[in-house]
């Protein structure tokens, strides 16, 4: 199990360029809420990360 | 001692007696509770002999005592010696397979299991060295040695039972009622087990397959103490443990703390779904030694 006090966001998803303001992470902007699923699904399995959804629709990877 | 004394066969025999009711007692004690390692041959065996080699040293112990031997004390230092290097041992081993299983059993679990074994050492080594004493003792008084041998082996069993029972630590059933959950998704993403909020999942799939698979109890604890000992992590990891350990993780599991009232909520995805073995792992796991405290 990794152990670490902060988890850093690896990746993020969204549906919509305008919620993202400024991000030091890669930003990945999906046509719609299946293809931003299945791409944070396929982040999640390639960074080993875990899959957060925020209230906004925005999808997060996180360091697990 | 004298020659002629190391010769005489009922000394021996005394001895033996001693030996056999620690190496019983050991025994007794592998068999007591196998939910906890080790429950494997190779653990077994090596279990059976550190006892047997306790066992004997206790009982060799007083007769040396008797014939002026006095190194028999530096032996029972060196015996403690030897059992605090099998505490150290247990647990350098018990630490190095903690990445390999499905979650780790956490520090605090770990010393208290390597302490029980070396307490069991201990346990067989002061009940062999009573039983030889009370050997000696009621030879002064019953001639016939079988009888000596037969009442002295009761007081060493004895003296095990009391031991164990002394050392025997409560387990969850005695500080919480635990009750199944329901689990959904609140707010299409938040997953809550009863009320508590567990953690947030992202994906649909993923989520389809909590809600199908995944199980949630609620761990109440019955007072104040008992809710400082549930809340402590060590505590939570040997629980999440034990129930990996048994049922599987096929992939989440997680445990939450209700702030309001000391509840603690468990999110477990197995491999094994069975609601009611899930209920009684937990309600067996032992509480861990450090957060033991007297009642006011």
């Keep these: ?64 | 001692m004298q020659e002629k004394g190391l010769l005489d066969l009922t000394i021996v025999l005394y001895i033996l007696s001693g030996t056999t009711v620690g190496f019983v007692g050991r025994w007794l004690m592998l068999k007591s509770d196998i939910r906890q390692y080790p429950t494997y041959p190779n653990g077994y065996l090596i279990h059976l002999t550190t006892g047997f080699i306790a066992s004997a040293i206790g009982a060799v112990a007083y007769p040396a005592l008797l014939s002026k031997n006095y190194v028999a004390v530096t032996f029972l230092a060196i015996a403690i010696q030897q059992f605090r290097d099998i505490r150290k041992m247990e647990k350098e081993s018990l630490t190095s397979m903690e990445k390999e299983n499905y979650f780790p059993r956490g520090e605090s679990y770990i010393d208290g299991i390597a302490k029980t074994f070396e307490a069991r050492n201990y346990i067989v080594m002061i009940s062999s060295l009573i039983t030889t004493i009370s050997i000696f003792l009621l030879r002064e008084y019953i001639k016939n040695k079988f009888i000596i041998i037969g009442v002295s082996s009761v007081i060493g069993l004895t003296i095990i039972k009391l031991l164990r029972d002394y050392t025997k630590g409560h387990t969850i059933r005695d500080i919480a009622d635990i009750e199944e959950a329901t689990i959904e998704f609140r707010d299409k993403d938040n997953l809550y087990v009863g009320d508590i909020y567990v953690m947030n999942i992202g994906l649909s799939e993923t989520r389809e397959r909590i809600i199908e698979n995944g199980i949630g109890i609620i761990l109440k604890p019955k007072g104040e103490n008992e809710k400082v000992i549930l809340n402590h992590r060590g505590q939570r990891t040997a629980i999440i443990h034990e129930c990996t350990r048994i049922l599987g993780l096929e992939r989440y599991v997680s445990t939450r703390k209700n702030f309001d009232n000391g509840e603690v909520a468990l999110l477990i995805v197995p491999i094994i779904k069975d609601i009611e073995l899930l209920k009684e792992i937990v309600r067996n796991v032992p509480i861990l030694e450090t957060l033991k405290k007297k009642e006011n």
Excluded: C, F, H, W
Aim: hydrophobic share 40%.
């Design chain 1, 1 to 64: 199990m990794k152990e670490s006090s902060t988890r850093s966001i690896l990746a993020i998803v969204t549906v919509d360029e305008k919620l993202i303001i400024d991000a030091g992470v890669p930003t990945i902007l999906a046509k719609n809420k299946e293809e931003q699923e299945e791409i944070a699904s396929q982040l999640g399995r390639t960074l080993a990360g875990n899959v957060y959804g925020l209230t906004n629709g925005i999808i997060i990877i996180t360091q697990e």
